[in-house]
């Protein structure tokens, strides 16, 4: 079947949160770790995993993506403080296009604090730049004008104009076009005007954009869950299992709050995650642990704090930068040792990175989206995963710079009340 959209990420936890969207709005989503693979869903999702790539690998990747998973409509996922090679990766979208196609961009997301004003994006009131994400390690954000990042003009839309001025200002503007939204409103007239240019344009943007299609493009027949199994869940009473692989100083204060909450918190030295030997010693002590009949109803696997020990200080022998590629796999490694020893509730997984690695070492495809979970909070993608040996298993994932402090307590309920849908 060939989807209606196609969301081309540049990682996992966007692309379920981009998809989501779609999801909430009665169309069947699905989040696909491999392009191609068949399936039933409207909307598929999925990830190019180059956030961190060259400008090269990332365009190649990204026209893979679209050679490999053709849909009607395609939607460019970037991230929402401008990380990774965007304008390579939306210049290769435009080359595999027709010429007279616009790419409409706008990565606002006003549900968590993503503005854009005269071209300038802002988290929370400040130019992405001079925030944390200015500093990140892997993909730092130096330009907060994102017109000068791209090398395009950038557009307001007048509210007293109609989509078909709007969409001839988009077409008169040039190939690339930046565009402000500060609301909702703002987001939802451009929706109406890239639905007014239709195969005219190339819609790019974070869940936000997305989100105001999805509003706009309901499905004629909405999906509708399939009632819950009929045999018992085996996995009553037991723990949903948490892993945070991203360093974003939210998903630290997100731990904070679980932890507070009663849940039980595993984080490694990062001498460990350097050193075979000492990480299969912390993987056992883990599961050994999560065995006892009296867990905690939430266990936490966290990446180490950036550069330190357990105690906060940067031990001689161990580098102040452990790579997050290895800390993922890492904490993939150690949830999958955990999950054969005992079946979880279901799991969360905050960080582009780290989901990719734990799906992939449950041998899943995928996560086939849900509908009704819009209260977990914005930028929570929850469905169940698709094939490998935890088929249908609860999951949530989350991006790490996403959510307010009680997020990761509200995605563990959400994935422990939840049954299959598939």
Same mark, same amino acid.
Not at 32 to 55: P, W
Not at 91 to 113: H, K, Q, T, W, Y
Not at 237 to 243: D, I, Q, S, T
Not at 302 to 314: F, I, K, L, M, T
């Given at each position: 079947m060939r989807p209606d959209t196609v969301i081309v990420a540049d990682d996992v936890t966007g692309a379920g949160d981009t998809a989501v969207q779609f999801a909430q709005e009665g169309w069947t989503a699905e989040l696909?770790?491999?392009?191609?693979?068949?399936?039933?869903?409207?909307?598929? *999702?999925?990830?190019?995993?180059?956030?961190?790539?060259?400008?090269e690998d990332a365009a190649a990747r990204v026209r893979a993506a679209v050679a490999q998973t053709p849909g009607t409509h395609v939607f460019k996922k970037i991230d929402s403080t401008l990380r990774g090679p965007i304008r390579a990766e939306i210049?290769?979208?435009?080359? *595999?296009?027709?010429?007279?196609?616009?790419?409409?961009?706008?990565?606002?997301?006003?549900?968590?604090?993503r503005t854009m004003t005269d071209g300038v994006l802002y988290v929370d009131g400040t130019p992405v730049g001079a925030t944390s994400v200015g500093r990140d390690p892997v993909t730092p954000v130096t330009e907060s004008h994102v017109p000068t990042l791209l090398?395009?003009?950038s557009l307001r839309l007048d509210p007293d104009e109609g989509p078909a001025a709007h969409a001839a200002r988009l077409r008169k503007a040039g190939r690339i076009v930046v565009v402000d *939204?500060?609301?909702d409103a703002d987001l939802d007239r451009i929706a109406r005007a890239v639905d007014e240019l239709g195969d005219r344009a190339l819609p790019v943007g974070a869940a936000g954009l997305a989100g105001a299609l999805a509003r706009l493009r309901r499905p004629e027949r909405p999906a509708h869950a399939p009632p819950p199994p009929a045999e018992p869940d085996h996995r009553q009473?037991?723990?949903?299992?948490?892993?945070v692989t991203s360093l974003h100083s939210a998903a630290r204060g997100q731990i904070r709050a679980l932890v507070d909450d009663g849940a039980e918190h595993h984080e490694p030295d990062p001498s460990a995650?350097?050193?075979?030997?000492?990480?299969?010693?912390?993987?056992?002590?883990?599961t050994a642990t999560a065995r006892a009949a009296d867990t905690a109803d939430t266990?936490?696997?966290? *990446?180490?704090?950036?550069?330190?020990?357990?105690?906060?200080?940067?031990?001689p022998h161990v580098p102040p930068h452990v790579p997050p590629d290895l800390v993922a796999h890492r904490l993939a490694d150690a949830a999958?040792?955990?999950?054969q020893a005992r079946c979880p509730a279901g799991i969360v997984v905050t960080g582009g990175d780290g989901a990719r690695a734990l799906l992939e070492r449950l041998e899943g495809t995928g996560i086939r989206l849900d509908t009704g979970h819009a209260d977990v909070g914005q930028g929570v993608a929850v469905g169940s995963v698709v094939g490998g040996w935890a088929d249908r298993l609860p999951v949530a994932t989350k991006a790490g710079g996403f959510g307010e402090p009680d997020v990761l307590i509200r995605a563990a309920r959400a994935v422990r009340r939840k049954r299959s849908t598939r």
């Open positions: 696909r770790l491999r392009r191609g693979a068949d399936g039933d869903a409207q909307v598929v *999702a999925v990830s190019t995993d180059s956030r961190a790539c060259s400008e210049e290769a979208l435009l080359e *595999a296009s027709d010429p007279d196609v616009v790419a409409v961009v706008c990565p606002a997301f006003p549900g968590v604090g090398g395009a003009p *939204a500060a609301t009473g037991a723990p949903v299992l948490v892993v995650v350097l050193d075979d030997e000492a990480w299969r010693a912390f993987a056992d002590t883990v266990i936490v696997l966290s *990446a180490p704090e950036r550069g330190s020990g357990a105690d906060g200080n940067v031990p999958a040792h955990l999950m």
